[in-house]
């Protein structure tokens, strides 16, 4: 499975705006789908939002919809996910990765999960 590299979590007011990142580390990204995903505390795995191999193709968990963006950059091995408008909801570990080949990965299908990167929306 391709090695990814979160980053960019940390603690956040409500309303306020993170970046996150997801670095392939073993290899290119493309023609790889990624998916991030989220766990809360308590709370079972879930998906967030995935964006296909080209970027052509995003989708996102109704949860989000509107308020975050997934991108990728395939020259720079890089896939991104824009959060605007969080709430305390957000708060979770969140965590990227790689599709099988150029379908979405979902919980049941990643084998190995990276450490996350951590965000809290607190006052």
């Known amino acids: 499975q391709l090695q990814l590299v979160e980053s960019g979590g940390g603690l956040v007011q409500p309303g306020g705006s993170l970046r996150l990142s997801c670095v392939a580390s073993?290899?290119?990204?493309?023609?790889?789908?990624i998916g991030w995903f989220r766990q809360a505390p308590g709370k079972e795995r879930e998906e967030v939002s995935c964006?296909?191999?080209?970027?052509?193709?995003?989708n996102h968990a109704d949860s989000v919809k509107g308020r975050f963006t997934i991108s990728r950059g395939n020259a720079k091995n890089t896939a991104w996910l824009q959060m605007n408008s969080l709430d305390a909801e957000d708060t979770a570990i969140y965590y990227c990765?790689?599709?099988?080949?150029?379908?979405?990965?979902?919980?049941?299908?990643?084998?190995?999960w990276g450490k996350g990167t951590p965000v809290t929306v607190s006052s």
């Open positions: 990765a790689p599709g099988i080949g150029r379908v979405c990965p979902s919980i049941t299908t990643v084998n190995q």
């Open positions: 073993s290899g290119p990204l493309y023609p790889f789908a």
């Open positions: 964006i296909s191999s080209s970027g052509g193709n995003t």
